[in-house]
């Protein structure tokens, strides 16, 4: 399982080695954010101030407990 965080003092994304070589194996640009935060962080603090993720309300297509209505116009 892998974990992701936060580091206030350096305004960077932490996790294990793990999440980090798969995410980047995906998507080079999410090296960056490793190494530094995004430039654009102080507009994201505005925008999710007093925001919080508890896991209760996320959903994610494709991870199931969906429920699927087709329609048939004919």
Same mark, same amino acid.
């Given at each position: 399982?892998?974990? *992701?965080?936060?580091? +206030?003092? &350096?305004? &960077? ?8 070589q798969? &995410?980047?194996? !995906?998507n080079? *640009?999410?090296? !960056?954010f490793?190494k530094g935060?995004?430039g654009?962080?102080?507009? *994201?603090? %505005?925008?999710f101030a ?11 297509? !494709?991870a !199931?407990?969906? +429920?699927? %209505? %087709?329609?048939?116009?004919?």
């Amino acid at each position: 399982m892998h974990w *992701l965080g936060w580091d +206030q003092a &350096t305004r &960077t994304v932490t996790a294990d080695e793990d999440w980090w070589q798969e &995410t980047i194996k !995906g998507n080079k *640009l999410a090296e !960056g954010f490793r190494k530094g935060p995004p430039g654009f962080i102080d507009e *994201l603090e %505005i925008m999710f101030a007093g925001a919080h993720v508890d896991g209760k309300s996320s959903y994610m297509p !494709g991870a !199931g407990n969906e +429920q699927v %209505i %087709i329609e048939d116009d004919n």
